[in-house]
């Protein structure tokens, strides 16, 4: 058995400044990458705080989008490289964290166009996922990338989003809770609902061990503790603390062992209908429950607090709300996930374009 880790985490109150001292001098100067609303939750502040307070350069660079594609990588690697910056710190949900990455490992190999970010892992050749070293610091209670060597990228070539082959490994994750204090709630649901997913496709997953297992059965305990805060209102500083304790869990348990089916299909939805990431998998995990043997579903379904399928699915509609898929864009998500041999080998059970279809209708029913 096996289980490999390198980030270091550090999650408490006041991650960041605390740990300033060792983080902040990884190099002489930052490119933070980061979205508009990171401002405004005061994780970009305490960052800039703590580089100042080591004497540590900067650039901000705050326009990452929703879903960053590769021409957006490649324009802020270009931006890193006039800025002259040596390492990189993300800040964010899943967005920004995960092109900090995709950043960090093009600055590495300035001399490559974006064909090497999908290019295929070569075993043995040692530098290959070398990066720029990374930090990461969440905002929403879903993405786990803090903790994660993944990053996921919208490829407008192939019109979908995939995640890299290169394994990059943040530096640091430091994790507190604070900032997703007066986040939207619509935000902190579809996180939320991605960090169920986490846990269930880890758990019925061919890669999970006792390693993986273990972080998923006390980290779906915590999410359980808190899940009835998702239908209620605001949620109080501790709530907040474990909803992002338990998205970093999760997060540990798909860096071991990757997601799975509502993974792979979320990303159609989210490609062509725009539905966030959380909710978008969050519509394909009743019919994932119910595609697993029974033993392992009654687990998870005790871990997450639910007595049975129905509560599970009456939760995940109550908190979702209905959403159709069109059969176009179902036959194209089956068909894409058919030759998806890395999601495919996540799966421990058969997969047959059957079993997708009726996981994409079931939502629905
Ligand atoms: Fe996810």
Redesign the pocket.
Same mark, same amino acid.
């Given at each position: 058995m096996y289980f490999y880790l390198p980030t270091r985490i550090y999650s408490e109150r006041d991650s960041v400044k605390k740990h300033g001292n060792e983080w902040a001098c990884l190099g002489r100067k930052a490119l933070i990458v980061t979205g508009k609303s990171s401002a405004e939750n005061g994780a970009l502040q305490d960052v800039i705080e703590a580089l100042e307070k080591q004497g540590t350069s900067y650039f901000v660079f705050d326009e990452t989008q929703q879903n960053p594609s590769v021409e957006l990588v490649l324009e802020i690697r270009e931006t890193g490289i006039e800025q002259q910056v040596d390492f990189v710190v993300g800040i964010g949900g #899943?967005s920004p964290m995960d092109a900090a990455k995709a950043v960090a490992l093009m600055l590495a190999h300035s001399d490559k166009g974006a064909e090497f970010l999908y290019e295929r892992n070569i075993a043995g050749e040692q530098d290959y996922d070398a990066a720029f070293p990374v930090v990461e610091v969440p905002t929403t209670c879903?993405?786990g990338s803090e903790v994660t060597p993944y990053a996921i990228l919208t490829r407008h070539d192939t019109c979908i989003k995939a995640s890299l082959p290169h394994k990059i490994y943040p530096a640091y994750a430091l994790v507190d809770g604070k900032y997703l204090l007066g986040t939207k709630r619509e935000i902190i649901v579809n996180t939320a609902v991605?960090t169920l #997913?986490?846990f269930i496709e880890s758990y019925i997953n061919t890669n999970a061990t006792d390693f993986s297992r273990m972080l998923c059965e006390y980290g779906l305990g915590v999410w359980r503790s808190v899940k009835n805060v998702l239908i209620g209102a605001g949620l109080t500083v501790q709530e907040c603390d474990a909803m992002m304790f338990s998205s970093t869990l999760a997060g540990m348990a798909i860096a071991h062992t990757g997601?799975a089916l509502p993974?792979g299909l979320s990303y159609y939805l989210t490609y062509e209908n725009g539905v966030p990431?959380?909710r978008a998998?969050g519509y394909f995990l009743p019919g994932y429950l119910a595609a697993s043997g029974p033993m392992i579903r009654k687990k998870i379904l005790s871990y997450a607090g639910f007595p049975d399928m129905q509560y599970f699915t009456a939760f995940i509609h109550r908190l979702l709300g209905a959403e159709k898929m069109d059969e176009k864009l179902m036959k194209k998500a089956v068909s894409g996930l058919m030759s998806n041999e890395s999601k495919l080998r996540n799966v421990p059970f058969e997969v047959t374009e059957d079993l997708l279809y009726r996981i994409c209708n079931r939502y629905s029913q």
């Open positions: #899943g879903g993405t991605d #997913g986490h997601t993974h990431h959380g998998v």
